[in-house]
């Protein structure tokens, strides 16, 4: 690949560590998260690649903004859930080289030569062991690559055409492109959405063939032609923090925010449910003493509530049960989106979850170069083992308390993650609630939006 700046744990064909029985630190249950006391050891994920000695900012050959590609990052903090990290973490350069058409046959080849950079930063978050997190970090940044050489002839038009090779077939063509309002971000959403179709299938064959379980969410941001893309499939957040703004970049995807998605899917086709759960939403778990009762209810048509009187059949387990961060999908998994988990099935049955999962993200786009950067502007990327217990604006109180003080400091923004990290354990200067303490690994990306000229980024 020509992005060589990902540190590999495995090499192709390698077959993944076999899964270790369940100890006391492993749950016997597949994919519940335990919660256990905070270990004090800590690993580093796959940003390894953030202290190569050759890292400096680089600018892409077309239009955009120089952006550090290192950035920020702190290790994780290993809870202990399992042997191995199931945080997982990669960055680098994007090197897409530029893709010709044959003389005789439009087949696509590629140039040997860069055409268009860019800069990429991913946090995975495992859950049912760190596998699918493992495959994701070493392989997704890959899948990308590709999509956007598959495209990036469009990219650098004026406005994408309707046939990539240049041929006008109707003359109304530009008309009809332009009328949709295609335009080059949407290539790169679109590449972006292809990319993590491809490493969810890439995921479900090699666990399948390594007999290994496991999935994970992924957050992904890509630096183009000045702007900042942010991917998620899951519940970890990114958000801006600039002087006077806070803005989320991510939307979170658990069973209650995509209820109405998932009830959708087992309203159209309800053998998914095999007679065991009912799709129908209530406010607490229904007991045989509410039968013949009017309560309150919602379908996948609705987002208010209504009533209905209880049925023997609105007694069996809910198709998402508890609230907020206790939310579960079939009593088992805690997201909707993400990559991975082709093997799951609710315990002690043959109902599987991946029916209800997506791999597909959303994409949020920050144009860069339209934004009147400061020097201490940047993007914090998080698992959701920092958000369960730090709000955006606590975080972008540490963010605009800790940068202004640590100008002249070379490596102040991975200083700034390991701030934010050590903020989650409960410490006694932490702004958290009093005992509340973060027993998820943790992973955090520290991006500065704001190019200093410098000859070396921050490690």
Not at 308 to 326: A, F, M, N, T, W
Request: with cysteine.
């Amino acid at each position: 690949m020509s992005a060589g700046w990902f540190r590999r744990r495995f090499l192709p064909g390698e077959r993944l560590p076999a899964p270790r029985p369940p100890g006391p630190r492993a749950s016997p249950v597949p994919y519940r998260r335990p919660r256990f006391l905070r270990g004090s050891s800590s690993s580093p994920g796959a940003a390894d690649a953030s202290r190569r000695p050759d890292s400096r900012p680089v600018r892409s050959p077309a239009r955009g903004r120089t952006l550090p590609w290192n950035a920020g990052y702190a290790e994780i903090i290993n809870a202990e859930k399992s042997e191995f990290n199931e945080d997982q973490a990669a960055c680098g350069k994007l090197c897409i080289r530029r893709c010709e058409f044959g003389a005789e046959e439009e087949w696509l080849t590629l140039c040997p030569e860069e055409f268009l950079t860019g800069h990429y930063w991913a946090l995975f978050d495992g859950h049912g062991g760190p596998a699918a997190a493992i495959l994701a970090a070493n392989t997704l940044h890959s899948c990308l690559r590709r999509q956007l050489e598959a495209v990036v002839e469009g990219l650098v038009a004026t406005q994408p055409p309707m046939h990539l090779n240049g041929r006008c077939i109707c003359p109304s063509d530009p008309q009809f492109v332009e009328e949709k309002g295609i335009r080059a971000e949407d290539l790169v959403i679109g590449a972006l959405e292809s990319a993590f179709q491809e490493c969810d299938e890439v995921i479900g064959r090699e666990l399948e063939a390594s007999g290994q379980m496991g999935g994970c969410t992924a957050l992904v941001a890509v630096s183009l032609q000045g702007k900042l893309y942010m991917a998620n499939a899951g519940d970890s957040r990114a958000i801006l923090v600039r002087r006077d703004e806070i803005r989320p970049l991510s939307f979170e995807f658990t069973p209650e925010t995509e209820r109405q998605r998932i009830q959708q899917l087992a309203f159209v086709y309800p053998e998914l449910l095999a007679g065991e759960f009912t799709r129908l939403e209530f406010p607490r778990r229904l007991k045989g003493d509410d039968l013949g009762q009017k309560v309150l209810f919602r379908d996948h048509h609705m987002s208010g509530w209504s009533y209905k009187c209880v049925e023997k059949s609105d007694l069996k387990y809910p198709l998402i049960h508890g609230q907020g961060r206790q939310a579960r999908l079939l009593g088992t998994l805690a997201v909707s989106r993400g990559l991975g988990d082709h093997q799951l099935r609710v315990l002690d049955t043959n109902i599987q979850l991946k029916p209800f999962l997506l791999s597909v993200p959303q994409v949020t786009v920050l144009d860069v170069d339209q934004l009147e950067l400061q020097e201490d502007d940047v993007v914090v990327m998080a698992t959701d083992g920092l958000w369960d217990v730090l709000s955006n604006e606590q975080v972008a109180w540490l963010v605009r308390s800790f940068l202004p003080g640590n100008q002249e400091d070379p490596h102040r923004f991975s200083k700034l993650a390991q701030m934010l990290i050590h903020s989650t354990q409960g410490k006694e200067d932490s702004l958290t609630e009093e005992g509340q303490v973060s027993y998820d690994d943790v992973s955090v990306f520290v991006i500065p939006l704001h190019s200093q000229g410098q000859e070396s980024s921050d490690h």
